[in-house]
């Protein structure tokens, strides 16, 4: 099989390192325009061919799955679409589905896996980040790309574009939130660290995620956001009464 990936971050890479544990002569190529991240994978041999830009790669690859921040995506499954045949499998990772909906509603089959990390870049990736995942697969006529997600040794979940950004809002995106406001309100404790209880480490954990990629996912899902925060302040309230 052959799979070019478009984004070397966290995300993308422990996605390559899957794919080759599960396949040995899988070859993978990667894209990669952040000089920073572009300069770490080129020291690695983890991908077989790295390019700057979608032109330079062939148009002979099996799959061609998208693994960049949210503003990027619309813009790379367009490019896609146009440069290769209906024969190569197209999909995204991206935690929210409204900037792309549009293409939903035209036959394009977006993809949510329900796994990660508070760390990023592909110099941290792991390929048992995949080992199991869940994977939420947005679209119709999605098997060939849940087929993909199986091979992996994903389970797949199926939903609407809409359900699923309620669903994640409410039970991903809201927590994240959380998790910023919570290390920045206790920050200025003494011993914080050292002394915090397990529940309270958890919560930190997510707060140390990459603020500027939770923050695309924020403001894509902003009116669900808004309600949830609304719902949640209104059970605070009561338990604090």
Known sequence: MKVLIIGSGFMGTSLALRLKQKNSEAS???????????????????????????????????AVIICTNITEVKKNVEKCQEKFTSSTLITDISSTKKHISA???????????????????????????????RVVVVGHDAERVKNFWQSLGCSIFEMDAKTHDK?????????HLMAFAFDKLTDSIPHRDNLMPES??????????????WNEIFKDNKEILDESVIGFVKHLTNIKN
Do not use: M, W
Not at 200 to 212: I, P, V
């Open 28 to 62: 993978v190529s990667c894209i990669e325009q952040n000089s920073e991240a572009k300069a770490e994978v080129d020291q690695s041999d983890i991908y077989d061919q790295i390019y700057y830009e979608l032109n330079e790669a062939s148009d002979s690859y099996d």
């Open 200 to 213: 309270s480490r958890e919560l930190l954990r997510l707060g140390k995620s990459n603020e500027d990629l």
């Open 103 to 133: 293409l939903i509603d035209e036959g394009y089959v977006s993809s949510h896996p329900i796994c990660g990390s508070e760390q990023s870049g592909p110099t941290t990736a792991n390929a048992d980040v995949f080992a199991g995942a």
């Open 167 to 175: 669903f994640f809002g409410y039970l991903s995106h809201l927590p």
